[in-house]
C-alpha cells in the first residue's frame, strides 16, 4: 500500500486482466467491492425493517438514518477496522454505525456474518446470470441471423475432420446454436432454482431470533420470508448450516463451464475454418496480424475465447473440492477460494459472450473457395450416383462398379501424389462405358442435392426452437428478433 498522501503507482501492483483487460463495466461492477458492502448494508436494512415490523424495538429515525447511508461507504476506515478486528463483517458493522450512530445498535442485530456474506452472494450470483443471460441470447441471435442466410449454401462436411457428405454452412451454424440455446436453458434454471440463505443465524437454527422474539416461532418465520422477499427471492432454501449449502456453488459453475466448452468448440470450428479460407472472424482495416509476417491475418477473437473458456471449464474444480470437505455445518476454507472462483467465472463467460458477439456480427464467408474444395470432393461421392443412373441406363451394376472404382483411384493419385486436382469426372467423361450418362453428370453433380433436408432443417430449429427461447430477451435485443422466417 502506499505511505499516506503518496498516489499509488497501480501499474506497479498485478492487476487481474479479466477487470484490467477484458470485462464488461457492468459484470465488473457486479463483482466490486462497492456493490458487496452497499449489498451489505441494504440487507441490514433489511433486517431492521423486519425486525420492527415484527414488533422489535426499532424506531422510524434508526431506519431512516440507515436508509440515508446505504451508500456512503468510507472504504478507508473499513480497511482499518478490519486491519484492527481481523473481520471484514465487523469491520463494515462498526463503519455503518460510525455514520449511523442512533442505528448503531440494532444494526446487524441477531445476524451472524454469513447474513450479510452468503446473502450477499446469492445476490451477486443472481444479478450475474442477468447480465450474461440477454448476451447470450444476442450471440444466438447474430448467429441465427448467419445461420439463415447461409441455409442453403452447399459446403463440405467433414467427420473426424475428414471429408464427410456436404451440408450446408447455415446448417453447420445451427449445430453450434443449438449447443448455446442448451446453454441459455442451463444458465435461467441455474438463476431460477437459486433460492435466499435468509435468516437463519449461526449454525441454522434461528436460535438468535427466536430468543429475540421470545420463542414465537411464528414470527422468526415470517422474519424469514419479509427478508427473502425484500431481497427480490421468491424462496429460502429451509435448511442451512451457518452457510447456505455449498453445492450450489457446484450447480452455478457447472453450468458456466458448460457454456465455456460450447464457446469453445464453436471457435475451434471457425479456427479450423478460417485455415481452410472458408470462413474468418471480422478482420479491422489496420489490424496487425503478425509481427514478422505481414500477410497473415490470425483468427486472434476465436482464440481469445478459447483461452479463456479453457480457463472458465476448469473452475468448476474448485466449488467441487469445496463443497466435498466443509466440515459440519461450516469450515472457512471455503471463503477465500470462493472470492476467486465465483467472481472468474462470470467475468470469464461475460468476455467470451462478449467477443464471441464481436465475432458472430462480423463472419465473412468465401463462397468460391467452399466451391473449389467441394469439387475436389463431391466427385468421388457422386459415384453412387453414378451408378445408379448407369443401371438405370441399362448397365450392369458390378461392371459399373469395377470401372468407377478403377477411374476414382487414379483421380485419388492425382491428387495425393502429384498434387493435381481431382479429375474423376472428366476421367468419367473420357470413358465411352459411361456415355449414356454423359448428359446427366452435371445434375448428378449439383451440390444442392447432396445436401439432403439441411436447408428445412434451418428454416425448422430457427423458427420452432431458436425464436421461442430468444423471446424472453427482445427487449435487451433492442425489440423485435430480426429472423426473417
Not at 244 to 269: E, N, P, Q
Amino acid at each position: 500500500m502506499a505511505a499516506p498522501g503518496e498516489e499509488e503507482d497501480v501499474m506497479a501492483r498485478y492487476r487481474s486482466p479479466l477487470v484490467s483487460r477484458y470485462a464488461s463495466a457492468e459484470m465488473a461492477y457486479n463483482f466490486s467491492e462497492r456493490k458487496k458492502f452497499g449489498t451489505w448494508r441494504r440487507l441490514w436494512l433489511y433486517l431492521a425493517q423486519a425486525e420492527k415490523s415484527l414488533g422489535l424495538s426499532i424506531t422510524d429515525e434508526q431506519i431512516w438514518e440507515m436508509e440515508a447511508n446505504l451508500d456512503n461507504i468510507d472504504f478507508s476506515m473499513a480497511a482499518e477496522e478490519e486491519k484492527k478486528l481481523r473481520h471484514d463483517v465487523m469491520a463494515h458493522v462498526h463503519t455503518f454505525a460510525h455514520c449511523c450512530p442512533k442505528a448503531a445498535a440494532i444494526i446487524h442485530l441477531g445476524a451472524t456474518s454469513c447474513y450479510v456474506g452468503d446473502n450477499t452472494d446469492l445476490i451477486i450470483l443472481r444479478d450475474g446470470f442477468n447480465l450474461l443471460l440477454p448476451k447470450l441470447a444476442r450471440v444466438i441471435s447474430r448467429l441465427a441471423n448467419f445461420a439463415e442466410k447461409y441455409a442453403d449454401m452447399p459446403a463440405l462436411g467433414f467427420t473426424h475432420y475428414q471429408p464427410a457428405q456436404l451440408t450446408t454452412v447455415g446448417k453447420r451454424c445451427c449445430l453450434w446454436i443449438q449447443d448455446l440455446c442448451m446453454d441459455l436453458q442451463n444458465l435461467e434454471r441455474a438463476r431460477d432454482d437459486l433460492r435466499f440463505r435468509g435468516v437463519k443465524g449461526t449454525t441454522g437454527t434461528q436460535a438468535s431470533f427466536l430468543q429475540l422474539f421470545e420463542g414465537d416461532h411464528s414470527k422468526v418465520e415470517e422474519l424469514d420470508r419479509l427478508v427473502t422477499a425484500k431481497a427480490g427471492f421468491k424462496r429460502a432454501y429451509m435448511v442451512t448450516g451457518q452457510t447456505y449449502s455449498r453445492k450450489v456453488d457446484i450447480g452455478v459453475l457447472a453450468v458456466l463451464a458448460s457454456l465455456g466448452a460450447s464457446i469453445h468448440k464453436i471457435c475451434t470450428d471457425i479456427r479450423l475454418l478460417a485455415n481452410l479460407k472458408e470462413i474468418e472472424e471480422p478482420f479491422e482495416k489496420d489490424q496487425i496480424g503478425s509481427s514478422a509476417m505481414p500477410y497473415k491475418r490470425n483468427p486472434m477473437r476465436s482464440e481469445r475465447c478459447c483461452s479463456l473458456a479453457r480457463h472458465l471449464m476448469t473452475l468448476v474444480m474448485d466449488p467441487l473440492q469445496t463443497a466435498a470437505v466443509q466440515w459440519f455445518e461450516r469450515t472457512l476454507d471455503d471463503s477465500a477460494n470462493r472470492r476467486v472462483c465465483l467472481a472468474e467465472a462470470f467475468l470469464t463467460a461475460d468476455i467470451i459472450l462478449s467477443t464471441l458477439q464481436n465475432v458472430s456480427e462480423g463472419l465473412v464467408v468465401y463462397p468460391k473457395v467452399i466451391e473449389r474444395r467441394i469439387r475436389q470432393e463431391l466427385p468421388f461421392m457422386a459415384t453412387e450416383n453414378i451408378i445408379m443412373a448407369m443401371v438405370k441406363a441399362g448397365g450392369n451394376r458390378q461392371d459399373c462398379h469395377e470401372k468407377i472404382r478403377v477411374l476414382s483411384q487414379q483421380a485419388a493419385a492425382v491428387v495425393k501424389q502429384e498434387g493435381g486436382d481431382n479429375d474423376f469426372i472428366a476421367r468419367v467423361r473420357a470413358d465411352p462405358y459411361f456415355s449414356p450418362i454423359h448428359k446427366q453428370l452435371e445434375s448428378l453433380l449439383d451440390p444442392s442435392s447432396f445436401t439432403g433436408r439441411a436447408p428445412q432443417q434451418v428454416a425448422k430449429f430457427l423458427k420452432e426452437e431458436v425464436q421461442p427461447a430468444l423471446i424472453p430477451y427482445q427487449s435487451e435485443m433492442g425489440g423485435k428478433i430480426e429472423l426473417a422466417l
